[in-house]
Nanobody, 123 residues
Framework: QVQLVESGGGLVQAGGSLRLSCAAS????????MGWFRQAPGKEREFVATINWSGGNTYYTNSVKGRFTISRDNAKNTVYLQMNSLKPEDTAVYYCASARPGPLRIESTYDYWGQGTRVTVSS
């Protein structure tokens, strides 16, 4: 059984930073791309960032480029999302997910999901 467990969310002031972690088990972690998505209150879940199996390729949604960094440590079966210069509009529940082969910006490509960690950015 694949499990993804996010941590690191919390309350932060605008301009601050947080680092989210997602620990994976039950699957050969290093074989799969991983992604971060988020769902703001009253909105649909949206793509944030993705990283390929080796960590050599990353992609971001435009609104977080230059502020967020996705990375992974395959030895620790963990993917990270470093979030800097946070804005109130980054407030959301953040989910990590494990991908099947396919387009990595699309939610349906991901077959396993964590339960999410809440990030609240105050102005």
């Amino acid at each position: 059984q694949v499990q993804l467990v996010e941590s690191g969310g919390g309350l932060v002031q605008a301009g601050g930073s947080l680092r989210l972690s997602c620990a994976a088990s039950g699957r050969t972690f290093s074989s799969y791309a991983m992604g971060w998505f988020r769902q703001a209150p009253g909105k649909e879940r949206e793509f944030v960032a993705t990283i390929n199996w080796s960590g050599g390729n990353t992609y971001y949604t435009n609104s977080v480029k230059g502020r967020f960094t996705i990375s992974r440590d395959n030895a620790k079966n963990t993917v990270y999302l470093q979030m800097n210069s946070l804005k109130p509009e980054d407030t959301a529940v953040y989910y990590c997910a494990s991908a099947r082969p396919g387009p990595l910006r699309i939610e349906s490509t991901y077959d396993y999901w964590g339960q999410g960690t809440r990030v609240t950015v105050s102005s």
